[in-house]
């Protein structure tokens, strides 16, 4: 039997549309965990994490203010693997256990949504039930973050994709697949989803 609430992956990479499957799903009253959002103030708020952080890269990880220094990390761990592992294994622990106490505080709801780029990559959709994917062709995704993020340009987005793990990968691991490709409606291939799951029986 899996347990309820079922824990729900869902990834995609860099401008395939995870958001707006995500805010379609809490329209459906869906609770949705961001982790990468979490990520992110967890590296502020969580002293361990803090103190970590500190210990690997230095002070200068962090603003006199006590906010992280995400310029600095980025260009610190970006074309180091080495040390983008030492980042991952302090924020990824961190992440995994505040998602146990936040779903812990749903247990009435039938399924739950963990929303991350690298769920994949960091071997955390193995804990989870299911495993959704959001895809779109590259050039439609490159299209996305340009307009969204003004001061990326083609060649950074190609970057990152390059870094990521290929959609196929993410496809061939995925119970559903969502394709926000602006051909396939995306309401329709959600509701499907979420019908699923509220009518989901476990007989095994």
């Known amino acids: 039997m ?3 609430p ?7 990479g860099i401008g395939a549309g995870k958001s707006i499957v995500c805010d379609i799903f809490r329209a459906l009253d869906i609770r949705v ?3 990468d959002e979490c990520a992110k103030r967890l590296m502020e708020e969580d002293e361990n994490v803090v103190k970590q952080i500190r210990a690997a890269f230095g002070q200068n990880s962090y ?3 006590g906010a992280v220094n995400r310029a600095f990390l980025a ?11 030492v980042l991952n294994g302090i924020v990824h622990p961190a992440v995994e256990m505040d998602f146990s106490n936040w779903v812990d505080k749903y247990p009435d709801e039938q399924y739950v949504l963990k929303e991350a780029a690298l769920l994949v990559e960091t071997g955390s959709y193995k804990k989870l039930d299911f495993l959704l994917t959001v895809t779109a062709p590259e050039s439609l995704r490159v299209k996305r973050v340009l307009q969204r993020d003004q001061h990326r340009t083609a060649e ?8 990521q793990l290929a959609e196929e990968e993410k496809v061939n691991l995925s119970k559903f697949v ?3 490709d602006d051909k396939n409606l995306i309401i329709p291939q959600i509701l499907k989803i979420h019908k699923f799951f509220i009518n989901y029986k476990q007989t095994g």
Request: proline letters at 0%; aromatic letters at 8%; hydrophobic letters at 40%.
């Open 2 to 4: 899996l347990s309820k």
């Open 33 to 35: 965990y961001q982790a």
């Open 75 to 85: 260009k610190t761990v970006f074309h180091n693997s080495s040390k983008l592992k």
């Open 178 to 180: 969502i394709q926000n």
């Open 63 to 65: 603003t006199l203010e």
């Open 156 to 163: 950074d987005i190609h970057a990152i994709i390059a870094k």
């Open 6 to 12: 079922f824990k729900i992956g869902i990834t995609g």
